[in-house]
């Protein structure tokens, strides 16, 4: 049960916010985790950035395949899903993938960036997601969450201050892959981009394990949905910065 003095600390409304800077481990983890929720908020105008962290150059079970030209094929993969669900700008850390990501300098990076582009909002995979394997998705995530706290304080990361940039905090952050939600977006109008923008990873997903996930994602967009006109909905765990550092009960809000 949610603490009364919960809301001292309201939830932020995702839907209002206007810019979003998208940060993805992988190359095909946004449209997975939020696609259907970025196609409607980039069709009410809302200006969406695409942080794609790792190079995704181990998504394969091909022992054959040209590791430059996996790379390759899903930063294309990639570009093409982006703008199917509205993303305007495309950023690229390139780090190796496979679970060897330097959180302290992912969090640099990721400070950078929101100090340079200012978003309203940071979307990112959620750190705390229990039996999450790829630690990929919990330092991408544990990363953003840091920088998101931190990026407003001029002694962090001051090398970004002598560069012109300036502290700036997000007003919230967003997480996808998560299991405390505690917001629910009507994504009824925009499922169907969604899906169209799975199907272009086909490097990662074809045949019957394109049709395996869709299906999972789409049971699971309609077991969120309680009400009759709304058929599918994504899920998300909208948090201020505030709720981000020594608030016990952050996973219940
Ligand atoms: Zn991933």
């Known amino acids: 049960m949610k603490p009364k003095y919960c809301d001292l600390l309201p939830i932020p409304d995702i839907l209002s916010a206007k810019s ?9 983890d946004m449209e997975i985790g939020a696609g259907a929720t970025l196609a409607r908020l980039s069709k009410a105008g809302a200006n969406i950035i695409y942080l794609t962290i790792t190079d995704g150059s ?10 430059e030209n996996l790379v ?28 060897t990501l ?14 340079k582009y200012r978003p309203e909002a940071v979307m990112v995979c959620d750190p705390w997601l229990p039996y999450e394997a790829h630690s990929d998705h919990t330092k991408t995530g544990l990363a953003a969450a840091e920088a998101c706290l931190l990026s407003g304080m001029p002694n962090f990361c001051p090398a970004d201050l002598q560069e012109g940039l ?12 998560t299991a405390y939600p505690n917001t629910f977006i009507d994504v009824s109008q925009s499922w169907d981009i969604k899906l169209e923008a ?55 809000c």
């Open 198 to 252: 799975i199907d272009c990873h086909k490097s990662q997903f074809s045949g019957v394990k394109a049709d395996k996930l869709k299906s999972l994602l789409t049971a699971r967009a309609e077991s969120w949905s309680d009400d009759q006109d709304t058929l599918y909905v994504e899920a998300l765990k909208v948090l201020s910065i505030e709720h981000l550092h020594i608030i016990e009960d952050t996973w219940h």
């Open 166 to 177: 300036k502290p700036y905090s997000p007003d919230m952050v967003a997480f996808y892959y």
């Open 72 to 99: 390759k094929t899903r930063r294309g993969e990639t570009e093409k899903s982006g703008s199917l669900v509205g993303v305007k700008d495309f950023l690229w850390l390139d780090y190796p993938d496979g679970g």
């Open 20 to 28: 979003f800077l998208c940060i993805q481990p992988h190359p095909d």
């Open 102 to 115: 330097p959180l302290e300098e992912v969090r640099s990076d990721i400070t950078h960036i929101i100090r």
């Open 58 to 67: 181990v998504g394969t079970y091909d022992p054959n395949i040209e590791t």
